[in-house]
């Protein structure tokens, strides 16, 4: 197919003002970022956007701190006409307030410039060749232009005075406190699973994630009944395998429930609540484009990682629910580098928007019958990598029907900054979830046996075990404990011959 070369004038150059004002922000509001991040001025198209960096690199070179004064009153002393206010660049980091890594930004940023490289180059290529220039000239500019968009300078970041700089920053200065989707248990831009068994309602759960989190004005609502959710946040849930007719009958079903649970508020508010900070994807919308998966049979990224990257960092989204696994990747889910590349996709998503990326699996039959791995580290069926490579997990596990009602036990699997929950039950009353004090709490229990001692002088495990009716190991672990608090003393033998006392 033959193409014809338009006249420079008449092209848009490639370019993202968008990323250029975010990196530009973030610079400003975190000044160690300027070095770290390998900036240049060829990155930037706009003219306005140029100034402003030309005077962060001339007050880094004179140590001036970056403030908005500061900037404001450099841009007027190098006589930049066209950034006239502090007003101005307050607006410039108002608009680019956002949660996503600079680095992202900057890659588009990098690439932008790269592109508008190669389309001068083409036009000096295409005047060259008008010109009957030599070969040899032509060859030139084509080394020349392939010299320029090369991808060492994307490395020239590695080097000792940068490290040093990095590391005299996390030693000078208090660390953020972290940001959380679910206080105390999931925090701001990690990777995970939410997982179970079929028909644990991992995915109802999430969905009452989602709508909880969209309707965040209603104060102290909670999620799973237990965790608090005190702000709204928009939250992407991606139903894979879903219709929309699926979708509609169980988001229509919990907002019915969460209605009669609030009827101070109105179920319009609610509904505007969850219009704004809630996007679905049923099935019918995720093929859209026509691409289904995340990653490819070897574990590489596809362009739908990136396609959901930009819409959550688009719409100002930082959570994203993709269910389920089975539906996301092409890979063997028991091959170990693919599972961990998985992740990696996962991560990149992350990266590129900002947001904690949750995704929902099923447990293997293994793991949801071993007695020693309590906290369901190993209950994610296939490779061992997925859940080593995460940094959350939450474990859905069955337990025995009580008067006909289905009942779950909730397992932080994995705890990455913050401290481990210990595990939990809820009833599912379709659609929603009630908390169940747990009868068998350790302290509860170690209360319970304590009482059991001073009723039975000199009793043994074995005896307690018996008219608890417990098992082996929570009493074992009780008695412990009590030992441990100075709550009982073992004065004759263990085991049936008893002996144990309260002190």
């Given at each position: 197919m033959q193409t014809t070369l338009e006249n420079p004038v008449d092209v848009i150059p490639p370019q993202a003002l968008d990323a250029e004002r975010f990196v530009?922000?973030?610079?400003?509001?975190?000044?160690?970022?300027?070095?770290?991040?390998?900036?240049?001025?060829?990155?930037?198209?706009?003219?306005?956007?140029?100034?402003?960096?030309?005077?962060?690199?001339?007050?880094?070179?004179?140590?001036?701190?970056?403030?908005?004064?500061?900037?404001?009153?450099?841009?007027?002393?190098?006589?930049f006409d066209s950034v006239e206010t502090a007003a101005q660049l307050d607006q410039l980091l108002t608009d680019s307030a956002s949660g996503a890594d600079i680095t992202y930004h900057v890659k588009a940023l990098r690439e932008k410039a790269n592109r508008r490289k190669i389309l001068t180059g083409s036009y000096e290529i295409k005047n060259l060749i008008s010109a009957d220039?030599?070969?040899?000239?032509?060859?030139?500019?084509?080394?020349?232009?392939?010299?320029?968009?090369?991808?060492?300078?994307?490395?020239?970041?590695?080097?000792?005075?940068?490290?040093r700089a990095l590391i005299s920053s996390l030693l000078l200065t208090e660390p953020e406190p972290f940001s959380f989707v679910v206080p105390g248990l999931l925090t701001k831009g990690v990777c995970g699973f939410l997982y179970g068994e079929g028909g644990s309602y991992k995915s109802l759960a999430a969905l009452w994630l989602c709508v909880q989190r969209a309707a965040g004005f209603v104060a102290n609502s909670k999620w799973l009944d237990r965790f608090e959710i005190f702000d709204a946040g928009k939250s992407m849930f991606c139903s894979i395998e879903d219709q929309i007719a699926d979708v509609h009958h169980r988001l229509f079903s919990?907002?019915?429930?969460?209605?009669?649970?609030?009827?101070?508020?109105?179920?319009?508010?609610?509904?505007?609540?969850?219009?704004?900070?809630?996007?679905?994807?049923?099935?019918?919308?995720?093929?859209?484009?026509?691409?289904?998966?995340?990653?490819?049979?070897?574990?590489?990224?596809?362009?739908?990682?990136?396609?959901?990257?930009?819409?959550?960092?688009?719409?100002?989204?930082?959570?994203?629910?993709?269910?389920?696994?089975?539906?996301?990747?092409?890979?063997?889910?028991?091959?170990?580098?693919?599972?961990?590349?998985?992740?990696?996709?996962?991560?990149?998503?992350?990266?590129?928007?900002?947001?904690?990326?949750?995704?929902?699996?099923?447990?293997?039959?293994?793991?949801?019958?071993?007695?020693?791995?309590?906290?369901?580290?190993?209950?994610?069926?296939?490779?061992?990598?997925?859940?080593?490579?995460?940094?959350?997990?939450?474990?859905?596990?069955?337990?025995?029907t009580k008067g006909g009602q289905t009942r779950l036990e909730i397992v932080n699997a994995k705890t990455f900054r913050t401290m481990r929950t210990e595990p939990f039950k809820v009833s599912v009353d379709y659609p929603a979830f009630t908390f169940l004090e747990d009868d068998d709490a350790e302290n509860d229990l170690m209360a319970v046996v304590v009482e059991d001692v001073r009723a039975n002088p000199g009793t043994s495990q074995y005896g307690t075990r018996t008219r608890l009716k417990k098992k082996q190991n929570v009493i074992s672990q009780a008695y412990r404990d009590a030992i441990e608090e100075g709550l009982i003393i073992c004065k004759g033998g263990r085991g049936k011959k008893g002996g144990y006392s309260i002190v």
């Open positions: 530009l922000a973030s610079v400003i509001l975190a000044p160690e970022l300027f070095r770290s991040s390998n900036l240049s001025p060829d990155l930037f198209y706009s003219t306005e956007n140029r100034e402003i960096f030309l005077t962060l690199e001339a007050m880094a070179k004179e140590n001036i701190t970056f403030d908005l004064l500061a900037v404001s009153a450099e841009l007027k002393k190098r006589k220039a030599t070969l040899e000239e032509i060859g030139q500019i084509i080394d020349t232009l392939k010299t320029s968009i090369s991808n060492k300078a994307d490395n020239s970041c590695w080097s000792a005075s940068e490290s919990v907002i019915n429930r969460f209605a009669e649970m609030r009827p101070d508020v109105s179920r319009q508010a609610i509904q505007t609540a969850i219009e704004e900070n809630f996007h679905v994807f049923p099935r019918e919308r995720w093929m859209q484009d026509g691409y289904e998966h995340i990653v490819d049979f070897e574990g590489r990224p596809t362009i739908k990682a990136d396609a959901i990257g930009k819409y959550a960092l688009d719409n100002g989204i930082d959570l994203i629910i993709l269910d389920t696994l089975s539906r996301l990747s092409l890979v063997d889910e028991n091959d170990n580098n693919g599972g961990a590349r998985l992740v990696s996709a996962l991560e990149r998503i992350r990266d590129n928007s900002g947001a904690s990326v949750l995704v929902i699996a099923h447990s293997g039959k293994a793991g949801r019958t071993a007695k020693t791995d309590t906290h369901g580290q190993n209950g994610l069926r296939g490779a061992s990598a997925l859940m080593d490579n995460a940094r959350f997990g939450l474990w859905f596990r069955s337990m025995p």
